[in-house]
């Protein structure tokens, strides 16, 4: 079946880094997305890895896929205020119809 | 570009009663996807369009809820009659691509039913 778990909650210090981890079933996700919610307003895309990278960089994030623990993380380098929000992993599932399965989301906490 | 639009951004209605919400996609954007958001969850898949036709609706309660593309542009997703449980946001989204490079969503509309 098609399931992703996050952990719940992450606070850390404005400066530091943040680890987000997930974990999903489905190994014939073609894509693993990671979007940001901000209170009031919708999901948006932060970065999303191909199923057969190990590693993608984009600027301060860091997006590490272990393929054979089906374990994706989302790195946030020198963490700011403005990075508070709710971080949601998706897989793509089976279908490669560009629906999405989310996880239940992390709450960010950056404290100054 | 102009986002994914949204309307009405906040919604409150009693049980049993009906409610649509209407979504105007961005320009171009073949898929258009509506998920629903319960609080302290990710959202889940309602339905899917490619241009004005289905791609995936297993998820959408039919007893209930209906929604339509007409032109394979707007959207609109409605609830008759409400349920107490229905009470969540209403998130659209759309993409170009068929969604595998990920997509844009509005800011939703947040329902509630007393």
């Known amino acids: 079946g098609e399931d992703v778990e996050q952990s719940l909650f992450l606070s850390v210090r404005e400066g530091d880094s943040s680890v987000i981890n997930c974990t999903y079933t489905d190994s014939s996700s073609t894509y693993l997305y990671w979007y940001k919610q901000e209170p009031g307003a919708g999901l948006q895309l932060l970065t999303y890895?191909?199923?057969?990278?190990d590693m993608k960089q984009d600027q301060r994030l860091t997006v590490l896929l272990n393929k054979k623990d089906k374990h994706l993380s989302l790195r946030i380098a020198d963490t700011q205020t403005g990075d508070s929000a709710i971080y949601f992993c998706?897989?793509?599932?089976?279908?490669?119809?560009?629906?999405?399965?989310f996880g239940q989301g992390t709450t960010l906490q950056v404290k100054p | 570009e102009a986002g994914v639009a949204q309307s009405p951004r906040y919604k409150i209605i009693e049980k049993r009663q009906s409610v649509a919400f209407w979504c105007n996609p961005i320009s171009g954007h073949a898929t258009l996807y509506w998920y629903q958001q319960i609080l302290g969850q990710g959202p889940k898949l309602l339905i899917q369009?490619?241009?004005?036709?289905?791609?995936?609706d297993s998820q959408l309660p039919k007893d209930r809820f209906s929604a339509e593309r007409l032109k394979g542009v707007d959207s609109t997703l409605k609830i008759q009659p409400a349920k107490l449980e229905d009470s969540a946001v209403y998130l659209c989204?759309?993409?170009?691509?068929?969604?595998?490079?990920?997509?844009?969503f509005g800011s939703g509309t947040r329902l509630t039913v007393v």
């Open positions: 890895i191909f199923s057969n990278m």
């Open positions: 989204a759309s993409s170009s691509s068929g969604g595998l490079n990920g997509y844009t």
């Open positions: 369009f490619q241009n004005n036709g289905v791609v995936d």
């Open positions: 998706a897989e793509s599932g089976s279908s490669n119809t560009g629906k999405l399965i």
